[in-house]
Nanobody, 124 residues
Framework: QVQVVESGGGSVLAGGSLRLSCLVSGLPFDDYAMAWFRQAPGKEREGVSCINWSGQLTKYKDSVKGRFTTSRDNALNTVWLRMDSLNLEDTAVYYC?????????????????WGQGTQVTVSS
């Protein structure tokens, strides 16, 4: 049984930082690219980042480039999203998802597995 479990969400002031974690079990983790998506209130879910199986390729949504960093450790079956300089527009539920490769990484139907999400709230 595949499990994708996000953690690390919470409330933070604008300008602050958070690090989200995603622990995956039940699949060959190093066969999968891992992505982060988010859904803000009243908005559609959107892609935030993708990291390929080795960690050597990363992709980011334009609005988070230079502020967010994704990384992974295949020995720990874990992917992280470090978020710095958070602003109010980053408030959302953040989801972790897995698929084979980061090609067309923003296409949500391509993903095989999803977590339940973790809430990030940025306040002024």
């Amino acid at each position: 049984q595949v499990q994708v479990v996000e953690s690390g969400g919470g409330s933070v002031l604008a300008g602050g930082s958070l690090r989200l974690s995603c622990l995956v079990s039940g699949l060959p983790f190093d066969d999968y690219a891992m992505a982060w998506f988010r859904q803000a209130p009243g908005k559609e879910r959107e892609g935030v980042s993708c990291i390929n199986w080795s960690g050597q390729l990363t992709k980011y949504k334009d609005s988070v480039k230079g502020r967010f960093t994704t990384s992974r450790d295949n020995a720990l079956n874990t992917v992280w999203l470090r978020m710095d300089s958070l602003n109010l527009e980053d408030t959302a539920v953040y989801y972790c998802a897995a698929k084979k490769g980061c090609a067309d990484w923003e296409d949500q139907p391509d993903y095989d597995y999803w977590g339940q999400g973790t809430q990030v709230t940025v306040s002024s």
